[in-house]
């Protein structure tokens, strides 16, 4: 009996030992739980401080669940978005993952008739999509020549429709048919009177257009080659011109 009392009393006493060394360790535990929540809470505060939220990345979803919005820089990759490519802005997603509006800082390259092309330069601005994904209007700055335009597109992928161009030398409306060709056009180029004309095409090699200046007033019948470069020439000759 005396054996089995004192085997009992040692158990006790390893147990209370036990017990006192899982104390201490909670204890520690606990403090150190404590410690790394204030230091994170801390942090936290620092990086916001000023009401200020520091993050690479944002996704926003819908009422069902999809992604809709994303922003950061770069956009956060997404599985629901059909396009891949980086930009440092904010896109809006609809139906199916197709790109609607971005704003981003480069915009991605334009997807006509579901085919991505690429752009005359590195563009920054926005751009609205149609339901498939399809660019049809926005308004960028051009990188390679600092020009800024808007431009509103044919459904479709027939075109551009109007375009608004500021280029360090000229500033134009312009009007083009389906075939992408300008069909009239109010055009200012260095300091000179503005000139109004449309093209009307006879042949795929020659243009004849009447030229139109406004200020002072001139009109004039002209029959040209079918390029930009001798549209230059044309609209250089009626700066100098006498009415």
Same mark, same amino acid.
């Given at each position: 009996?005396?054996?089995?009392?004192?085997?009992l009393?040692?158990?006790?006493?390893?147990?209370?030992?036990?017990?006192k060394?899982?104390?201490?360790?909670?204890?520690?535990? *606990?403090?150190?739980? !404590? &410690?790394?929540?204030?230091?994170?809470?801390?942090?936290?505060?620092?990086?916001?401080?000023?009401?200020?939220?520091r993050?690479?990345?944002? /996704? /926003?979803e819908? =009422?069902? $669940?999809h992604?809709?919005?994303?922003?950061?820089?770069?956009?956060? !990759?997404?599985?629901?978005?059909?396009?891949?490519?980086?930009? @440092? &802005?904010? !896109?809006? %997603?609809?139906?199916?993952?197709?790109?609607?509006?971005?704003? $981003?800082?480069? @915009?991605?390259?334009?997807?006509?008739?579901?085919?991505?092309?690429?752009? @005359? $330069?590195?563009?920054?601005?926005?751009?609205?999509?149609d339901?498939?994904?399809?660019?049809?209007g926005?308004?960028?700055?051009?990188?390679?020549?600092?020009?800024?335009?808007?431009?509103?597109?044919?459904?479709?992928?027939?075109?551009?429709?109007?375009? %608004? $161009? !500021?280029?360090?030398?000229?500033?134009?409306?312009? *009007?083009?048919?389906?075939?992408s /060709?300008?069909?009239?056009?109010?055009?200012?180029?260095?300091?000179?009177p503005?000139?109004?004309? &449309?093209?009307?095409f006879?042949?795929?090699?020659?243009?004849d257009?009447?030229?139109?200046? %406004?200020?002072?007033?001139?009109?004039?019948?002209?029959?040209?080659?079918?390029?930009?470069? =001798?549209?230059?020439?044309?609209?250089?000759?009626?700066?100098?011109?006498?009415?």
């Amino acid at each position: 009996m005396d054996i089995s009392l004192n085997s009992l009393e040692s158990r006790l006493a390893r147990a209370e030992k036990r017990l006192k060394a899982f104390q201490v360790i909670s204890t520690v535990a *606990i403090v150190l739980c !404590v &410690g790394l929540a204030v230091q994170a809470g801390l942090q936290l505060r620092n990086r916001s401080s000023g009401g200020v939220l520091r993050a690479k990345g944002l /996704i /926003i979803e819908d =009422a069902s $669940g999809h992604d809709r919005i994303l922003l950061g820089a770069p956009v956060p !990759v997404d599985s629901e978005r059909k396009r891949h490519d980086e930009t @440092v &802005g904010l !896109v809006i %997603l609809g139906d199916g993952g197709v790109d609607r509006v971005v704003l $981003g800082a480069p @915009v991605p390259e334009p997807q006509i008739n579901g085919r991505v092309g690429t752009r @005359v $330069g590195r563009a920054t601005g926005f751009i609205l999509d149609d339901k498939n994904g399809d660019e049809r209007g926005g308004m960028d700055v051009l990188d390679n020549d600092g020009r800024v335009s808007l431009g509103l597109d044919y459904p479709h992928g027939d075109g551009e429709a109007i375009s %608004l $161009g !500021v280029l360090p030398d000229e500033t134009s409306l312009a *009007i083009h048919d389906s075939t992408s /060709i300008v069909r009239a056009a109010l055009v200012e180029r260095k300091n000179s009177p503005p000139i109004l004309y &449309g093209l009307n095409f006879d042949a795929p090699s020659r243009i004849d257009m009447r030229v139109l200046r %406004l200020n002072p007033y001139m009109s004039k019948h002209i029959v040209t080659a079918a390029s930009d470069q =001798a549209l230059n020439r044309v609209l250089d000759e009626a700066e100098r011109l006498n009415p």
